[in-house]
């Protein structure tokens, strides 16, 4: 299927790509007006040691990048093998890069609270 | 001899080779997106990072909100995070004319992938431009702060808790202030770039008359610094100031811990790079659309390229929008 849509796209792609554009603009306001109010409830519920409010932010803008990787750079019409060896490659060594980092940051704060950074000098 | 036939059992597959190119992409393209992969490798090290430092300091780092809160022609008023939706507005646009732009060379339309290249090059200079200002604007501070001993950043706020900046809290001395130059003082401390516009003594001397109180950049529960009593204010202003600070550079800012300013220069900028050499890139292909190349060589493939460089600049920015504004 994917693969014959070249030929098939050749007509035309341009309603997929302003219907892409919408989501993206609707996403990008939804998150704006999210980080204006920051309403309360989000920010005070914590899952994870973050709160609900960035999850939210964070899930957002993984699905903008979905869309703009497979519909505007047409990801999607890539064979399997391409998009694995991109998409999976980079998945991978991102979330262990900041698991690993941010556990770190997460300890060196610990001790620096115990006594060794001081606000008063 | 004979030569040998080896049958392996995989003639016809995929993964057993041959001369079937098994990703279905060009070379050019091929290589454009492991370019990608390996450059999105290097910005999420660089987020990754910037994410490391800011759990360091989780409880003191500065809040975007009040950082960013400028916007063109609205000098003074509290516009939070306006302008950068803007900024990535502009970008997601510039994004959807390079899309169009590809799919006009599809369907080997030359003046409409000329048009279309031309606006993704207006949209790619505009958010250029953007940038520009809002470092201006980040270099230059807004209210100033000091800095104590301990390389802290405290600032000032009125009663109200607004923020306080330091012409209102200085009481102009006399006396002569003089620029520390290595020729005619110590030689081993460097030059000062320019003098503050007011000396500590100066803040000192005018936070004693007022009645301001000292903002310290450590947050408490509901996420907003906490401010001292007049008591504690005092103590803090007179035991602890040791420096004016105005603006930010890469050794010091008036917004919190010195990484905050460092990232910013290094992330926006290294990703603002990436916008310049993309915009030069697109003026490049858009002379080749214009003078036939793409049309002689039926295929408008170079722009397809360039346009996948274009969407990732466009992807980088997403998420510094996310990490840098928003979280």
């Known amino acids: 299927m994917a693969h014959d849509a070249s030929t098939h796209e050749h007509q035309s792609a341009t309603k997929r790509i302003w219907t892409v554009f919408a989501i993206l603009s609707i996403i990008t306001i939804v998150e704006v007006i999210l980080g204006i109010i920051k309403p309360a409830s989000l920010v005070e519920t914590s899952f994870i ?3 609900l409010l960035n999850w939210i932010f964070i899930v957002l803008t993984i699905v903008k990048a979905y869309y703009i990787t497979w519909a505007f750079m047409h990801m999607e019409h890539e064979t399997k093998g391409l998009r694995r060896s991109v998409v999976w490659t980079v998945i991978f060594l991102i979330s262990y890069l900041v698991f690993i980092l941010l556990t770190e940051g997460d300890y060196i704060y610990e001790v620096y609270k115990n006594g060794y950074v001081s606000w008063n000098f | 001899m004979e030569a040998t036939v080896v049958r ?3 003639e016809g597959k995929t993964w057993g080779g041959g001369s079937k190119s098994p990703l279905k992409a060009s070379y050019g393209k091929m290589m454009m997106w492991y370019f990608i992969t390996s450059d999105a490798l290097t910005f999420s090290a660089f987020l990754a990072a910037y994410g490391f430092s ?3 300091f989780i409880d003191s780092w500065p809040i975007a909100d009040e950082v960013f809160n400028h916007f063109p022609f609205m000098h003074g008023t509290d516009a939070p995070m306006y302008y950068v939706a803007l900024m990535t507005f502009i970008l997601i646009f510039s994004s959807v004319t390079m899309v169009l732009a590809v799919d006009a060379g599809h369907q080997m339309k030359k003046s409409k992938v000329t048009l279309y290249m031309f606006l993704t090059i ?4 505009i958010f250029l431009g953007s940038q520009a200002w809002e470092w201006k ?3 230059k501070g807004e209210y100033g702060a000091v800095e104590t001993n301990g390389g802290q950043i405290i600032q000032f706020v009125d009663a109200e808790g607004e923020r306080v900046a330091l012409e209102k809290v200085a009481k102009v001395l006399p006396g002569d202030r003089v620029e520390h130059e290595r020729k005619n003082g110590l030689w081993y ?3 000062d770039s320019s003098l503050p516009t007011y000396s500590i003594d100066e803040v000192k001397e005018g936070f004693k008359e007022s009645n301001y109180l000292v903002r310290t950049q450590m947050l408490d529960e509901n996420g907003a610094k906490t401010i001292l009593s007049r008591e504690e204010s005092l103590a803090m202003i007179n ?4 420096r004016v600070v105005e603006g930010a550079n890469l050794t ?5 811990p010195p990484l905050f300013a460092d990232f910013f220069f290094f992330i926006t900028g290294f990703h603002g790079f990436h916008v310049f050499t993309g915009v030069l890139i697109n003026i490049i292909i858009f002379f080749n659309v214009i003078i036939g190349t793409y049309e002689k060589r039926k295929s408008y493939e170079m722009v397809e390229k360039v346009g996948l460089y274009w969407h990732f600049v466009d992807l980088v920015w997403v998420f510094v929008f996310t990490f840098f504004y928003l979280v």
């Open chain 2, 137 to 139: 604007n980040f270099i």
């Open chain 2, 189 to 191: 401390v460097t030059d």
């Open chain 2, 252 to 256: 010091r800012n008036e917004y919190g």
């Open chain 1, 49 to 51: 040691y973050m709160s």
């Open chain 2, 54 to 56: 800011r759990y360091k």
């Open chain 2, 8 to 10: 392996t059992g995989t």
């Open chain 2, 239 to 242: 035991d602890n100031a040791a």
């Open chain 2, 122 to 125: 207006i949209g790619g200079a």
